[in-house]
């Protein structure tokens, strides 16, 4: 089982900068992706940015040149850099993990941290 456990979230004006991270736990799989959804008042889950352990990158075209993801993996850590904040952006933004495994892959989910941008 792996528990990922999030930081970081909050209230922030728009054009601000807001940092977020994930740690996980448990049995953590050297080939994985970790990452970052978030989902907006009745909007679906949507994906803001992965990053494997090898460090492939994959960005919403919607917060491209405004959020960078990055990761420790000897921390087993994945963060969330916020800059540029928008109002859209404001949702409940949660951690994954995927830990692909021999037999396919699995999910896990973080709790979620709330980010609002208002002014």
């Known amino acids: 089982q792996v528990q990922l456990v999030e930081s970081g979230g909050g209230l922030v004006q728009p054009g601000g900068s807001l940092r977020l991270s994930c740690t996980a736990s448990?049995?953590?799989?050297?080939?994985?992706?970790m990452g970052w959804y978030r989902q907006g008042p009745g909007k679906q889950r949507e994906l803001v940015a992965t990053?494997?352990?090898?460090?492939?990158?994959n960005y919403a075209d919607s917060v491209k040149g405004r959020f960078t993801i990055s990761r420790d993996n000897a921390k087993n850590t994945v963060y969330l850099q916020m800059i540029r904040v928008k109002p859209e952006d404001t949702a409940v933004y949660y951690c994954?993990?995927?830990?692909?495994?021999?037999?396919?892959?699995?999910?896990?989910w973080g709790q979620g941290t709330q980010v609002t941008v208002s002014s």
């Open positions: 448990g049995s953590i799989f050297s080939t994985n992706v």
């Open positions: 990053m494997s352990s090898a460090g492939t990158t």
């Open positions: 994954n993990a995927k830990m692909i495994l021999s037999w396919g892959a699995t999910n896990y």
